[in-house]
């Protein structure tokens, strides 16, 4: 079904296509008959030959099996960016959370990809300010933005929801919440513009969008250089030229 979807996606003009969905890391565990995230994925690139990119959204590191760093050296199809559902990078608080995964599994998973894609990046959804997150507590989390390298942070403050735990505990002030919310958000910002600048004088293939915008593979965002409007939805070899902390600036060549 997933392969004569995305056949037809590709049929009517489409280059890529995001598998999405809630913990999709979990897939197969509730068919009939035994598969995985990565077999499907295996299966998609075998039967979908003109797909020319395919991603991955948000993952549990916890549960990525080994094939999913095999399919990343053999399938130059399968992009280099990885969406972490990472919440907290403190032991203590992912526990208190009821989260499977600890901070070193992230950073090893992280450190692993890069191995094989020195060019991947990475995404994270990180909640700041949980009632249980003590000081020490959000500067794991600060940290771990660099040593996981968290360039697309999406970062919320906690809020909490009637009927649960978490919600019968003290929360923490608000003014606090604001700002560690606010110094998370700057972290990634940094983290990003940091592998922004390494890309410059790069020469990278990107899938053009609306207004000369593009998505590299590694999902930087990249606004090409050019008087003219670039049609959408075609892929095309840029060099970097420039950056920002929002984009790079690129020349098609």
């Known amino acids: 079904d997933i392969v004569a979807q995305i056949n037809k996606l590709v049929a009517n ?17 509730d068919l009939p008959t035994k598969t995985t995230l990565s077999s499907a994925i295996k299966r998609i690139l075998d039967n979908c030959k003109d797909l020319k990119r395919l991603r991955l959204s948000s993952i549990d590191v916890a549960e990525v099996d080994n094939e999913i760093f095999e399919i990343l050296k053999t399938q130059p199809r399968f992009m280099p960016y990885f969406h972490i559902s990472l919440q907290s990078g403190d032991d203590l608080v992912l526990k208190q959370m009821a989260r499977r995964h600890t901070r070193q599994q992230v ?24 009632p249980t997150e003590t000081q020490t507590a959000f500067e794991n989390s600060i940290k771990i933005i660099s040593q996981a390298q968290i360039s697309f942070g999406h970062i919320f403050t906690f809020s909490p929801k009637k009927g649960t735990p978490a919600a019968k505990m003290k929360q923490i002030n608000s003014a606090i919440s604001k700002e560690r919310t606010k110094m998370l958000i700057q972290e990634s910002k940094n983290q990003r513009y940091k592998i922004y600048q390494s890309m410059i004088g790069k020469e990278i293939d990107i899938l053009t969008e ?5 998505r590299a ?4 965002l990249v606004k090409i250089n050019s008087d003219n409007v670039i049609p959408s939805n ?15 600036i690129a020349n098609v060549i």
């Open 210 to 214: 609306n207004n000369n915008f593009a």
């Open 217 to 220: 593979e590694n999902f930087s």
């Open 107 to 130: 950073i090893d998973f992280v450190n692993k990809v890069l191995l094989i894609r020195p060019d991947a990046m990475f995404g994270a959804d990180i909640i700041s300010s949980f």
């Open 13 to 29: 003009g489409y280059k890529e296509v995001v598998l999405t969905g809630v913990d999709i890391t979990d897939y197969g565990k």
């Open 234 to 248: 075609n892929i095309v070899k840029c060099k970097i030229i420039s950056t920002n902390t929002d984009y790079l």
